[in-house]
């Protein structure tokens, strides 16, 4: 059994930065995709990004391109999500997540495991 533990969640200003992070148990977090989604209220759970085993190849959700920086350090069993320029709309519970797969993917049904989340608000 995997766990996954996010921290790093907070309120900020519209236009600020926050690094997400996300600690997982598991004994082969190097050999699987991880991904981080995220849940607005009344809104059904959306992909927000994704890393291969490795960390040498990434995917975003077009929401997030371009402010959004996933990154895993696979000796600490971490994952990260760097956000910069956060949008109000950006308001959202945020999930980390370990695949099925070594490889980047985006479908929420390729996920075994998953965390509890932590809250990000945005006030404008």
């Known amino acids: 059994q995997v766990q996954l533990v996010e921290s790093g969640g907070v309120l900020v200003q519209a236009g600020a930065s926050l690094r997400l992070s996300c600690a997982s148990s598991g004994r082969t977090f190097s050999e699987y995709a991880m991904g981080w989604f995220r849940q607005a209220p009344g809104k059904e759970r959306e992909f927000v990004a994704t890393?291969?085993?490795?960390?040498?190849?990434?995917y975003y959700a077009d929401s997030v391109t371009c402010r959004f920086t996933i990154s895993r350090d696979n000796a600490k069993n971490t994952v990260s999500l760097q956000m910069d320029n956060l949008k109000t709309e950006d308001k959202a519970i945020y999930s980390c997540a370990e695949a099925k797969y070594a490889e980047i993917v985006a479908y929420q049904g390729s996920y075994n495991y998953w965390g509890q989340g932590t809250q990000v608000t945005v006030s404008s």
């Open positions: 890393i291969n085993w490795s960390g040498q190849n990434t």
